[in-house]
């Protein structure tokens, strides 16, 4: 039986009501949030923070943690935690994607408003219409969520 667990780290960052997104295959949509593995030995705060500035070109803080969820449909199981972030420094850039399997394409801050053109999920945009309602709890599967 395999034990092995996956965990992954996604972070939000919302400025002036945009959000920031990366074109990158996921599922059967092509922008998703920056985010990433947790390797080993590695901190989630540490994960996190390395993930944005290498697909985004930022440096940034965790402000809260917004979710915990579970994907078990997947091998190995994924554990999925979900940051609210904010920008210490930096400016958006494309990341080298040298050694990427699937390499992002674009990165950019959307309008909260415009969301649904990207495919976002109806449960994910009003979660953030919300704001973050139960913020910093477990929420079951990472569906749940709208991711």
């Known amino acids: 039986m395999n034990h092995l667990l996956q965990v ?9 009501e945009n959000l920031l997104i990366v ?3 996921v599922s059967e949509r092509n922008w998703s949030l920056p985010g990433g ?14 993930e944005m500035r290498e697909e985004t070109g930022l440096e940034t803080r965790i402000k809260k943690l917004l979710y915990i969820c579970d994907k078990p449909d997947v091998t190995p199981s994924l554990v999925h935690i979900t940051f609210l972030l904010e920008r210490v420094s930096g400016e958006i850039k494309l990341p080298s994607n040298e050694f990427d399997h699937n390499p992002i394409h674009d990165v950019k801050m959307v309008p909260l408003t415009e969301l649904r053109n ?6 994910f945009i009003e979660l953030i219409e919300k704001g973050f309602p139960n913020a910093g709890t477990y929420q079951g599967l990472k569906q749940n969520i709208g991711l």
């Open 8 to 16: 992954r780290v996604t972070g939000i960052l919302i400025e002036k």
């Open 23 to 25: 074109k990158q295959k």
């Open 37 to 50: 593995r947790v390797e080993g030995g590695e901190m989630l705060e540490e994960a996190m923070i390395l």
């Open 118 to 123: 990207y495919h976002f999920s109806e449960a």
